[in-house]
Each structure stands twice: as structure tokens, then as C-alpha cells.
């Protein structure tokens, strides 16, 4: 089961994922509008598994709602808009957005992404805890906490992806195409600077061990440990 916050100020969007979701399975929240959404992540970060966010809305609008949200808590994000510019996602992929569905959708396909997020987040993993330790950089696969010198990173859940999906496979050269893929999933609608981009906000949050991540020209990227 999966504990969706679903915030549209249309009802009938509302409904129409409620609908589908309780069908899986899921529980729904519903807010109307990016304040009541930020409130209910604030009194209680660890009420939702996933949020699903509407872009244009009165009051507060999905971006700005997310940059609040994230503040207090990490719950993966997947926005919903009327609009699909280039320029949209990639400002929703800088904060942390997971995924991005562009208006009209189909249900089905929406709930598909929802649970292919939360098998991205949440893998099952029966082998017992794994860490990878290089230098002063401590990844936690099996806790999803990274380390650095010591002190807890603040990732947004891409990065966290980006990050586990390299280190998994580290000192091997991995394709952009690989990458996006294997981190974004099936059908991704976005191109390669979004991409660079969240390799570049992970390289910051990873301070001096930024240094990891090695550039391939006309290749993608590896993971040095």
C-alpha cells in the first residue's frame, strides 16, 4: 500500500486518481491547493509514501509548494501540469521532483509511474545491509542515508537514485542512455541536461567527494571508489 498526498484544485482529478489509486490498494489525502499541502507535510513528515502535485493552482503553485515541502521532509514528488516546456521540468527536476505527467494522462500510466517510483525508493533488498565506504563518503544502500565526513547529506530523492544506481555499479563506465534509464525509467520524457543537472547538484552535496564522480566525454559518467 501506498500513502498518496494528491493535490489538485480540480476535483475531478481529485476523484479520478482516488479512483484508481484505492483500486491498487492505496490510501489518498487530498488537498486543494500547495498551502494545505505544505501544511499537511509539516504537521506530519511522515504521513505520505509519495506526492502527487499539481503545477498551476490559486493560492500557492506546485513549484513553490515542493520548494516548502522539501524543507521539512524528502516524500518522493511526482508533478502533474497543463503544460509540458522543457523549462518546466527541468526547474521540477532542480527540486527534487521524481517524475513529471503532462495533462491529459492516463490513469493507468500514472499509477504504473507511482509504483515505479516507490520500487526505486523502497527495493527489496533480503541479503542484509549494504554500505559502501570510500574515504570519508559512507553510502547506506539498505538505510538510504549518505555520509559525509561524518555528517548527514541532505539529498532529494533523485539524488539519492542517481547516487545508489552509480555507486552500485562503481568503477564501471556508464552511458548517459544507462543512466537515464536505469534512474529516470521507462518512457522518460526529459533530455540529457537533466541529467547534468542533477549530477551537478549531487556533486555539490557530495562536497569533497564530488570528486567520485568522473566525467566521460562523449560517454556518460563513473563512479570512482
Not at 527541468?90 to 515505479?116: N, T
Request: charged share 30%.
Amino acid at each position: 500500500m501506498v500513502r498518496l498526498l494528491v493535490v489538485d484544485d480540480e476535483a475531478k482529478i481529485r476523484m479520478l486518481i482516488r479512483k484508481y489509486a484505492e483500486f491498487e490498494g492505496d490510501e489518498v489525502t487530498e488537498a486543494e491547493d500547495g498551502m494545505e499541502a505544505v501544511r499537511l507535510c509539516r504537521e506530519n513528515p511522515d504521513r505520505f509514501d509519495l506526492i502527487i502535485m499539481d503545477v498551476m493552482m490559486p493560492e500557492l503553485d506546485g513549484f513553490s509548494a515542493v520548494a516548502e515541502i522539501r524543507k521539512t521532509c524528502s516524500t518522493p514528488v511526482l508533478m502533474l501540469s497543463a503544460r509540458g516546456e522543457e523549462y518546466d521540468k527541468i526547474h521540477g527536476f532542480e527540486l527534487g521532483v521524481d517524475d513529471y505527467v503532462v495533462k491529459p494522462f492516463s490513469p493507468k500510466e500514472l499509477m504504473l509511474r507511482v509504483h515505479a517510483i516507490m520500487n526505486r525508493v523502497h527495493p527489496h533488498n533480503d541479503s542484509g545491509r549494504k554500505i559502501l565506504r570510500t574515504e570519508g563518503l559512507v553510502i547506506d544502500f539498505t538505510g538510504r542515508t549518505v555520509e559525509v565526513d561524518g555528517k548527514r547529506a541532505e539529498l532529494s530523492p533523485k539524488e539519492y537514485d542517481l547516487l545508489f544506481y552509480m555507486a552500485s555499479n562503481k568503477n564501471i563506465a556508464l552511458t548517459r542512455e544507462q543512466l537515464i534509464t536505469n534512474v529516470w525509467g521507462y518512457d522518460f520524457y526529459g533530455d540529457d541536461r537533466t541529467l547534468d543537472t542533477h549530477i551537478k547538484l549531487l556533486r555539490k552535496s557530495l562536497g569533497p567527494y564530488s570528486k567520485c564522480i568522473v566525467t566521460l566525454r562523449g560517454v556518460g559518467y563513473r563512479f570512482e571508489a
